[in-house]
């Protein structure tokens, strides 16, 4: 299989995220550990990252509150929902809404240590 060397360019596509938190420190590693995201740097030195597949960027804001009630929701594919989720009970985030496995899309919600309401979403497998 060919990798693309960056991401999809299109109108409508989802490409940047801002997750508030408190500490910045803190939600990158949380984010690495979890998801393996990339931090990096952007070029005025706010610290940015790049998901896993180097189609989304994004930045962790200081000075807002955390998103801490599901409204505009957004999901994360994971290949393991339930690792998943171990991990991110290990490392400060609590499970909101844990895997129905009988359910058709498994999906979950969490909170990161800011309390910011994120979801989980892995394919069902057959």
Not at 32 to 45: M, S, V
Request: proline content about 6%; hydrophobic content about 35%; charged content about 25%.
């Amino acid at each position: 299989m060919t990798r693309r060397k960056g991401p999809t360019f299109a109108h409508g596509k989802i490409c940047y995220l801002e997750i508030p938190t408190s500490d910045v420190a803190r939600s990158v590693a949380f984010y690495e550990k979890i998801f393996g995201w990339k931090a990096r740097a952007r070029g005025d030195g706010t610290p940015a990252f790049d998901d896993g597949v180097r189609e989304v960027s994004g930045a962790w804001i200081s000075g807002r509150p955390p998103h801490t009630t599901p409204g505009f929701l957004f999901y994360v594919m994971v290949d393991k929902i339930t690792e998943t989720s171990k991990l991110i009970e290990e490392n400060g985030g609590r499970i909101l809404r844990a895997l129905a496995p009988e359910e058709l899309v498994w999906y979950a919600h969490f909170s990161d240590p800011d309390g910011n309401v994120l979801g989980l979403y892995q394919e069902f497998e057959r």
